[in-house]
């Protein structure tokens, strides 16, 4: 059986098949198909663009600036006895903490592009810097969803949490390829940096490409979804995973959640048990969804990194996320009233107008800027005073 599904006539027939059948799912119900891609349009002009463009573009300076470098030149200390990985790779976790999906992933492919990190390096890099951002977590999961401020606060920790410990976890990752050669690499170089105008204008272009390309995945997995709904294959697979003995309903949850974030999470409202349902939104957030990974998958194209390792460890994430949300969720006093109010005004800033979340977004991504510049500039003038010292 196996050797049939590798085989490429096989494939091959396969994917014609199922080209066939998305062909007549569109032909068949074009109006869910159309609705599913305008709510991905609107998704894209109010949430994506003004929240990932910004951060795409600080990520691409930080690297180019060369303001990596001096980051990892200072964390180099603490990154690399965690981690396995060059201090560099901060920029990377930092960006990912604060930007959301995915710009951890494309800060930890162009440190490695621009070689600051070995291969086996940014394999690991990747399986814990890839995290959603505190806005969604804070506000759209935690007040909008549970109705709860103290709910989202506990689900950005252990999210914060379980991705430190997947970093520690895949510090042991050690491909096959390792050789002395790469190892070598990871030593210090001199840092290299393009000029502020170079820089600025690359930042903004590739930045514009990336945001396009993510928007592109967002509304077909918003069209797939819709006409995975209209035609009942969502309630099937969820009728299958009830078999290995999942509630229905929870079931039906995992499923969205396992597809695309947003509806996942969105799914959890309701009067069930309170730590069931955070923990398996403690899942969904760890794990992130497969819309985000086509995206992820998408920088990766040509680069030579494993996706196998990406995937295994947002999986990882999302199961350790899950544990400790659990446990935490029982020792803690949590109450989740679902409050309208909180509901209505929490689904009012996740639907910020293009302008509003534009302003937002760029504020906050100057705010990083200004920070990773201080922090450089204190780490080198600290090594260069050290220098000095020794010198004399």
């Known amino acids: 059986m196996l050797a049939l599904v590798r085989a490429k006539g096989f494939r091959d027939g396969a994917l014609g098949l199922a080209l066939l059948i998305a062909a007549a799912a569109l032909v068949a119900a074009p109006q869910e198909a159309a609705a599913g891609a305008k709510d991905g349009l609107e998704l894209c002009f109010n949430v994506i663009v003004p929240s990932l463009f910004p951060f795409f573009v600080l990520s691409a300076l930080v690297v180019d600036l060369g303001l990596a470098a001096y980051l990892g030149r200072a964390m180099e200390g603490i990154m690399r006895p965690l981690f396995r990985v060059s201090g560099s790779c901060a920029a990377a976790v930092a960006l990912g903490f604060v930007g959301g999906y995915p710009v951890g992933a494309r800060t930890a492919l162009q440190i490695y592009q621009q070689g600051l990190c070995t291969q086996t390096e940014a394999e690991r890099l990747l ?67 393009v000029t502020v105008p170079a820089a600025f204008t690359g930042a903004v272009s590739r930045a514009l490409q990336s945001t ?7 509304v077909f997995f918003a069209v797939v979804l819709r006409l995975l709904s209209h035609y009942g294959v969502l309630s099937l697979a969820a009728k299958g995973l009830a078999l290995l003995g999942f509630q229905p309903q929870w079931a039906k949850r995992l499923v969205a959640g396992l597809l695309e974030l947003s509806s996942g999470v969105s799914s959890l409202r309701g009067e069930a048990e309170l730590t069931g349902r955070i923990s398996m939104a403690a899942f969904m957030l760890g794990w992130a969804g497969l819309s985000v990974h086509c995206q992820v998958l998408a920088f990766l194209v040509d680069s030579g990194l494993s996706p196998r390792v990406y995937l295994a460890g947002k ?42 979340a534009l302003a937002i977004s760029t504020v906050s991504a100057c705010g990083v800027w200004l920070l990773f510049t201080i922090f450089c500039g204190v780490a080198l003038s600290k090594k260069c005073g050290k220098r000095g010292r020794t010198r004399v």
């Open 212 to 218: 396009l390309s993510i928007c592109g995945f967002v």
């Open 315 to 356: 999986l990882c994430h999302g199961l350790i996320a899950a544990g400790l949300t659990a446990v935490l969720a029982k020792l803690l006093p949590l109450t989740a009233p679902v409050s309208e109010y909180l509901v209505d005004q929490t689904e009012q800033i996740a639907t910020l107008d293009f302008s509003s």
């Open 127 to 193: 399986a814990f810097c890839n995290n959603s951002g505190p806005a969604f977590i804070l506000g759209v999961v935690g007040a909008g969803v549970f109705g709860d401020g103290r709910v989202g606060l506990l689900l950005y920790l252990t999210h914060t949490a379980a991705s430190l410990l997947t970093g520690l976890l895949f510090r042991f990752y050690e491909p096959r390829r390792a050789d002395h050669r790469e190892k070598a690499t990871s030593k210090a170089k001199p840092i290299e940096a």
